[in-house]
């Protein structure tokens, strides 16, 4: 029995012939059965009709052309009656208008019939749309990042989402799959209600996808899924079964577990393009090991768009199948899938027998029901969107806090500052400022001692000096050690891919920066020239000369009286020599304790300065490379929020 129910055309073929069409002898013999069963049940389409429509299509003249034909064969124009011919062309130009109109009309109705053919194609809502960018958005983002295999699911989804938008909205493709000898192509034919994919002994029966549409309009979505037009099928003629499941693609799928890798492989091809999946299951394999752990369990997040049919209860005596069905919904929860029950949404189950026909009409009931709503392809689609984010989550979620805080921030700061010896330099800053002080506002006397002693003293000094070798070595150990620190410090709590472009990205920014730090150190160390002054110094240096010149004042005094050249009197020039003596210290004194503050806001300048220029060129180099890092993974993050439908912040 073929999946059309066959028609004889020896009428039409007649008529046909009464009309004097012409046709081949070829044509006459050709049969509906002898053709595909797709073009089969066309050419049935085609031969319906009546009227004049139906007459030119047969390759009959219409009433209006055997009309026009009766007045063109006058009698009295046959013998030669004078005619002006006005009558004629009226007659000529009424019908060349209705043959036009008729004309006109075909191809509307033929426009018309071909615009039903062509089913609108499949919108997806709001939500599904925002989370299929973010998922591109997502893919984007992390090509640079992220190995291709690591991507792969998530571009497979996006194409096969942009895929079967394209195609029909009003189509439900759903597949039959199932184990051997589960009956799941009884289960087929049952529904169709002709015996369309071989059923028997022989295992494996199903060797290729057979699929059997209720409707036209879905050779595109049949085209996606492989299958050649020698296995495409219609169902049983029934207005009942046609209003029932119109929209429906039945797929019957060869066994899951085939001997036949081939089998396998196609399985597991049409599975992940389908928009739905009915399991069918036998009272000895429905707890196999295979099915569950192969298939169910991975499919867990597809419940919406899956039934589990216990085929063949009519081998279960008494209560076995309600004990056999009770099972497999435990199996099934065990597996995560959800149970569509008490009207929650979840994975529909059912038992039947596609041998004695119980429990097909319930069956039927409900996949019409599920093949009405239109929504089953847009629910898959969101199912593989959820499948795909979960296996990216290890890769963009993570439960601990991320990011580079202020401590880690400041603390590199100061560790490329001391690389570059920034509180050393300030130090030196503070004691260049003291030692002028004392050279501007010391006595004479003191300051050309220590002429002196720092003439005798060696230039290398008391300490030995550290060769510029060893300095400029640890130097770079400091650095290496401030980036490796501060790029743990933001790499942690990162996924693995990213943690690792965040070290990469340090080392990157690492890579000449000992030397722009000693550059920069060169060029922020202390100023050229001597520290400024402040305004106090001027009288500080007047009142340390006027000590100088009592004590020289009365030295000479003393002298004079000791030769004879002026009259003694010890009392006057011993008092100004002693006010020399002491003033001149205390002057020094009280300078050295006034400039003990300028000098060390001068220190903490010039420290201030080396600090801000090696924190400048490390943020520049190390801080804001991790930052456009750490950045880039919060973009990403929130583009998986939107993937997983969590909103921005999750993960």
Sequence with gaps: MTAVTDQDHTDEMDHADRAG??????????????????????????????????????????????????????????????????????????????????????????????????????????????????????????????????????????????????????????????????GKSQL???????AISETGVRRPTTAAPIACSWSDGAATLIDRLGIPGRLRRRPLQSAEMEAQLRGLVLVDLPDHDSAAVAHREQVDRVLALVDAVIWVVDPEKYADAILHERYLRPMAGHAEVMFVVLNQIDRLPGEAADQVLDDLRRLLDEDGIALGEYGEPGATVLSLSALTGDGIPELREVLGQFVA????????????VDAAAWRLRPVYATGRRTGLSEEA?????ARLADSVGATAAGEAAERAWLRNANRACGTPWLRLWRWYNDRREPTTGRLPVRAQADEEATARQRVEQAVRTVADRASGGLPAPWAQAVREAAVRGAQGLPEALDELAERAGLPVGRPPRPGWWPAAVLAQASMTILQVVGGLWLLGQIIGFMAPNLGVPVLLMVAGIIGGPLVEWSCRMAARGPARRYGHDAERRLREAAAGCGRARVLDPLAAELLRYREVREQYARVTGAGVGAG
Excluded at 72 to 89: N, V
Excluded at 409 to 413: C, L, T
């Design 21 to 182: 069409n012409g046709r081949d002898a070829d044509a006459k013999d050709e049969r509906p059965e002898n053709r595909p069963p797709v073009e089969a049940a066309q050419e049935i389409g085609d031969q319906e009709g009546t009227g004049d429509h139906a007459r030119v299509r047969a390759g009959a003249p219409s009433r209006t052309e055997s009309k026009a034909s009766a007045d063109s064969t006058d009698p009295e124009e046959s013998t030669g009656s004078w005619d002006d011919g006005l009558i004629a062309r009226r007659v000529n130009e009424a019908t060349a208008a209705q043959q036009a109109a008729a004309v006109e009309i075909r191809a509307s109705r033929a426009q018309a019939a071909h615009t039903a053919q062509v089913p609108a194609p499949l919108a997806y809502d709001g939500p599904l749309r925002s989370r299929l960018d973010a998922l591109r958005e997502l893919v984007g983002l992390s090509r640079t990042r992220l190995d291709s295999g690591t991507l792969a699911e998530a571009g497979r989804v996006l194409d096969e989402a942009a895929a079967r938008r394209r195609l029909s909205g009003q189509h439900t493709v759903v597949a039959i799959a199932g184990a051997t000898g589960s």
């Design 188 to 194: 087929f034919n049952a529904l169709a209600g002709v």
């Design 373 to 384: 709503d239109r929504g089953a392809a847009a629910r898959r689609i969101s199912a593989d």
């Design 409 to 413: 921030r400041d603390e590199f700061a």
